[in-house]
């Protein structure tokens, strides 16, 4: 079965930097479109970034654009997001997301999630 | 750019019938067929029930149904029954390679 299990998040002051993990596994992880969404506390849904199947092409929420880079390594079905110059407002539990179709991550659809991991930004 | 804009809550008795909306512009709802809806309960990663407007994966029941009219995005649930209280979240692509999520609609069965 599917599964995402994303790894690495942690509490972090403000400025500093973090990566954020994903492993994948039960699907041809380099056939799909992978997405970076994130939940502040009591909030609703974010898009914070995708990358495409063979990692070629790259695209960011205007929130974080400049600070976070979304990368993927398809020989260790994984993938990755780093983050810099962290924020407060950066504060959110952060999943990782697989396209629902192998093509046309425009779509919006994604058909699993992992559980997430929780970026605490704070002095 | 902002969210896109969905009424904080919706309710309904069971066996009626839901609608919650999600309002963009032209530049995102209005000018693509590029629209999702999920939905989310406590502690829960999100459902895909809807893409690309009205599709359905098939294992999401017929009782979900979306649709658009121009700027605005509608998910119908039909039947409701009581695990359908959850929060609900539609998102559209925005052009410039930008996805963009509506601030969530919690939906209450009575």
């Known amino acids: 079965q599917v599964q995402l299990v994303e790894s690495g998040g942690g509490v972090v002051q403000p400025g500093r930097s973090l990566r954020l993990s994903c492993a994948a596994s039960?699907?041809?992880?380099?056939?799909?479109?992978m997405h970076w969404v994130r939940q502040a506390p009591g909030k609703g849904l974010e898009w914070v970034a995708v990358i495409a199947y063979d990692g070629r092409n790259e695209y960011y929420a205007d929130s974080v654009k400049g600070r976070f880079t979304i990368s993927r390594d398809n020989s260790k079905n994984t993938l990755y997001l780093q983050m810099h110059n962290l924020r407060a407002e950066d504060t959110a539990i952060y999943s990782c997301a697989k396209d629902y179709l192998g093509g046309g991550w425009e779509l919006g659809a994604f058909d699993y999630w992992g559980q997430g991991t929780l970026v605490t930004v704070s002095s | 750019q902002s969210a896109l804009t969905q009424p904080p809550s919706a309710s309904g008795s069971p066996g009626q019938s839901v609608t919650i909306s999600c309002t963009g512009t032209s530049r995102d709802v209005g000018g693509y067929t590029y629209v999702s809806w999920y939905q989310q309960h406590p502690g829960k990663a999100p459902k895909l029930l809807v893409y690309?407007?009205?599709k359905r994966p098939s294992e999401v029941p017929d009782r979900f149904s979306g649709s658009k009219s121009g700027n605005t995005a509608s998910l119908t649930v039909s039947g409701l029954q009581a695990e359908d209280e959850a929060d609900y979240y539609c998102i559209s692509y925005a052009g410039g390679n930008i996805l963009l999520f509506g601030g969530g609609t919690k939906l209450t069965v009575l």
């Open positions: 039960g699907f041809t992880f380099s056939h799909y479109g």
């Open positions: 690309e407007v009205s």
